[in-house]
């Protein structure tokens, strides 16, 4: 591994425990995208004919989707970051003529995948409001470590119990996600901070306002970004025409393609391009209607997007999603900060990159000077 990067791998069912030497001597690399909704993960190790993970863990189950939960802590510069905390999914063995050129890959997914197990379609919740579902729900995954962090929706929504018992839609996944759609909410879940912890989010698609070590290109000595791919779009805004029904009264309201959790970071943002009308507000009610329409603003789309890679070490750190960066040394167009919305670690022996996707909704940065 390289100097300042150490890479920690635990396996097992249930609790993972660090895996032997010689599983560590077999690897090859690690890939973990962080997105949006899911985080997912990719581990490769090389096989010869003697390998014990051949001989004995591969028929002993160490490696069988479903039961096998994985954790993966990179620790940059002695400060550990747990990256992936998981289950696999899915086992590939690829044999070769060639010796040492057998590979044995395992990719899963994070610890939401369990909750996407069995639906529960006969499951009714007569009189309880939305939060108090969401928590019954989350309670039986306690003991996989994920600690619920759910913020209601606003306004909130309790049918009459003579009107109306919520049923539960697919399985547990499906309709915590259901849920969050509904009022423009996400759902994920994050790992860490600790080995064995995951958070679970439910609320709006807010961005933590603390700005991470700057991505510098172009700047000699300060550059820490191998490349970058500036693009602006302009057909990514629109105004949604929604109509609510309210006392036999149809009232129109527009919803402007504009997030009024996230700060703006650009002075110059692009005219909307679309004018679209919502086909359902009249079926529902005024608490659901309203949700909806915070929703829409809760997921305003950015114009503005930034992909490209960097070298971790050179950086200084990982880079984490979910988070604001500043970015300099592009021009005064596209420097300024970004919201962070999905990386993707690659470790191999002697390498540890990552690659990114920023967005913000406007040209030209609204602050004189980015945190280095």
């Known amino acids: 591994m390289l100097k300042g990067v150490h890479l920690t791998l635990l396996i097992g069912p249930g609790v993972p425990v660090p895996v032997p030497q010689s599983v560590m001597d077999a690897l090859v690399s690690v890939s973990v995208n962080s997105g949006k909704e899911k985080t997912g993960f990719q581990v490769t190790f090389a096989l010869s004919k003697n390998s014990p993970l051949l001989q004995y863990m591969l028929p002993a189950g160490y490696f069988d989707p ?11 510069n002695s400060l550990p970051n747990v990256i992936m905390d998981g289950i696999v999914t899915r086992q590939e063995l690829s044999p070769s003529n060639e010796p040492g050129q057998s590979t044995l890959t395992i990719t ?9 197990v069995v639906e529960m379609n006969y499951m009714r919740y ?11 729900i989350m309670a039986k995954y306690a003991a996989f470590g994920i600690t619920p962090i759910l913020l209601p929706p606003i306004p909130p929504s309790v049918p009459p119990p003579t009107n109306k018992i919520p049923t539960h839609r697919g399985t547990d996944l499906y309709y915590m996600r259901w849920m969050a759609r509904k009022c423009g909410y ?3 879940i994050d790992p860490g901070p600790l080995p064995g912890q995951s958070i679970a989010y439910f609320g709006p698609d807010v961005r933590i306002p603390v700005p991470q070590s700057a991505l510098s290109i172009n700047m000699d000595a300060h550059t820490n970004v191998e490349q970058m791919t500036f693009s602006l779009d302009g057909l990514s805004k629109k105004i949604i025409i929604y109509t609510i029904h309210v006392e036999g009264e149809d009232i129109t309201i527009p919803a402007p393609n504009l997030s009024v959790l996230r700060p703006p970071m650009g002075l110059r943002l692009p005219a909307p391009s679309k004018i679209e009308y919502a086909d359902d507000g009249a079926n529902k009610s005024m608490a659901e209607g309203l949700q909806e329409i915070l929703g829409m603003t ?3 789309s950015n114009s ?3 992909s490209g890679t960097l070298d971790v070490l050179r950086y200084g750190g990982i880079l984490r999603n979910r988070l604001m960066v500043g970015v300099r040394g592009a021009g005064l167009t596209y420097d300024g900060l970004y919201y962070v919305d999905s990386v993707t670690h690659s470790i191999k022996r002697g390498e540890y990159k990552q690659t990114f996707q920023l967005s913000r909704d406007g040209l030209i940065t609204n602050t004189p000077k980015v945190f280095v």
């Open 66 to 76: 479903m039961t096998t939960r994985v954790i993966i802590i990179a620790t940059v």
């Open 108 to 116: 899963g997914e994070d610890l939401s995948v369990v909750m996407d």
């Open 126 to 136: 007569p009189a309880m409001p939305e939060m108090a579902r969401l928590y019954v």
């Open 186 to 188: 996400t759902f994920y």
């Open 298 to 300: 809760f997921n305003a």
């Open 304 to 306: 503005v997007t930034v």
